[in-house]
């Protein structure tokens, strides 16, 4: 179980670094977005729940680079599960059982899911960038946008490079919260 769980840290810090290394590069080539702040328009924003809209652990399982997604799934998988100065995030497939937000647990951050098995948060966890029409990040915090860890979401959007199978970066450029 440790050596699971030293690799799935590995993998996540190694997704938020190269996310970092993208949003640099697209910050100084794309211009458009300001670090920290909310983005001039809210068109990453849906309006409507896509239709069609598959698991985390399907898609995961299935999708190529370039395969154009619409994907649900649930904001964690990670204590900061959430970028401060760009728009990403880590979700979760929602048919993943989180027993941290059971009435006898009292975890203090239910969304990292610290309750399940490491593996199984890797096997079913993604990362999301949101990016413009151009593909450039968006860089702003998206909790200033009323998202937050534990919302469902969905997003649509293109798989990014996979490594291994174990790595699912989605480039979105829509996101819908779904009603809670």
């Known amino acids: 179980m440790t050596m699971h769980r030293s ?16 949003n ?18 809210a068109e990453w924003r849906l309006a409507s729940m896509p239709a069609d809209a598959q698991g985390v652990k399907a898609v995961k399982d299935a999708a190529a680079e370039g395969d154009v997604v619409t994907v649900r799934g649930i904001i964690g998988g990670r204590v900061d599960a959430m970028g401060e100065d760009s728009a990403f995030f880590v979700m979760v497939d929602p048919g993943l059982e989180n027993v941290c937000v059971s009435d006898d647990d009292h975890c203090k951050t239910p969304w990292d899911y610290c309750c399940a098995m490491p593996e199984d948060v890797q096997a079913n966890s993604a990362t999301v960038q949101l990016v413009d029409a151009e593909g450039n990040a968006l860089e702003f915090d998206l909790s200033g946008q009323g998202i937050s860890p534990m919302d469902e979401v969905v997003v649509v959007g293109t798989v990014a490079a996979r490594p291994t199978p174990d790595v699912l970066t989605i480039r979105a450029t829509g996101l819908h919260r779904v009603a809670q």
């Open 7 to 22: 690799i799935a840290v590995v993998s996540i810090a190694g997704l938020c670094l190269a996310l970092a290394a993208c």
């Open 24 to 41: 640099e590069s697209s910050s100084t080539e794309g211009g458009g977005s300001t670090t920290g702040s909310a983005p001039v328009s």
